[in-house]
T-cell receptor
Framework: EPEVTQTPSHQVTQMGQEVILRCVPI?????FYWYRQILGQKVEFLVS????????KSEIFDDQFSVERPDGSNFTLKIRSTKLEDSAMYFC?????????????FGSGTRLTVV | GESVGLHLPTLSVQEGDNSIINCAYS??????FIWYKQESGKGPQFIID?????DKRQGQRVTVLLNKTVKHLSLQIAATQPGDSAVYFC??????????FGKGTRLSVIA
């Protein structure tokens, strides 16, 4: 069964450093998403991406965040200057349609720890 | 949205019993709903979905019920097994808007 692959599985970084979280969505999917989950809390939407541009973003996705699809397979989330409160699980997801039919397929996540 | 914090609602059931997990969704305009299962250290996994033109949908051992009048969604798991232990989230959207997740419920199955 096709999977969304995320790397690394765990990233520890110093406060103020830049991090790049990587994702390989399912190959025939056209819509891509980043969500985050602070420990013990619900999954929160960050950003959606379609046709090489951001289609929607949440209040969390401020100027410190950016996304990119540098080639035909990777989808990255960059945090320019990490803060302690950025510590969370970050999930990438992809879907065939933008309506969410059959749900998004999520990756296993990257646990980001900012120290 | 409201934060759950570290204290997720918890449901403990005996193995073999039926489980019912409830969710109150927030947007009356939402027309598509999904239940996700999240096991420890993993991403959310699709279980079952339902559109707003339906009030019930059945899958293998799972049933989703939708009550639009009171904005309530429930997930019923028949003959609950230890492998069903996880956190369960409902999610909603309308059209092309991103899925919005609700509060999770931790299901613990007692063998």
């Amino acid at each position: 069964e096709p999977e969304v692959t995320q790397t690394p599985s765990h990233q520890v970084t110093q406060m103020g450093q830049e991090v790049i979280l990587r994702c390989v969505p399912i190959s025939n999917h056209l819509y891509f998403y980043w969500y985050r989950q602070i420990l013990g809390q619900k999954v929160e939407f960050l950003v959606s991406f379609y046709n090489n541009e951001i289609s929607e973003k949440s209040e969390i996705f401020d100027d410190q965040f950016s996304v990119e699809r540098p080639d035909g397979s990777n989808f990255t989330l960059k945090i320019r200057s990490t803060k302690l409160e950025d510590s969370a699980m970050y999930f990438c997801a992809s879907s065939v349609t933008g309506t969410g039919d059959y749900g998004y397929t999520f990756g296993s996540g990257t646990r980001l720890t900012v120290v | 949205g409201e934060s759950v914090g570290l204290h997720l609602p918890t449901l403990s059931v005996q193995e073999g019993d039926n489980s019912i997990i409830n969710c109150a969704y927030s947007n009356s305009a939402s027309d598509y709903f999904i239940w996700y299962k999240q096991e420890s250290g993993k991403g959310p996994q699709f279980i079952i979905d339902i559109r707003s033109n339906m009030d019930k949908r059945q899958g293998q051992r799972v049933t989703v019920l939708l009550n639009k009048t009171v904005k309530h969604l429930s997930l019923q798991i028949a003959a609950t097994q230890p492998g069903d232990s996880a956190v369960y989230f409902c999610a909603e959207n309308r059209g092309n808007t991103p899925l919005v997740f609700g509060k999770g419920t931790r299901l613990s199955v007692i063998a």
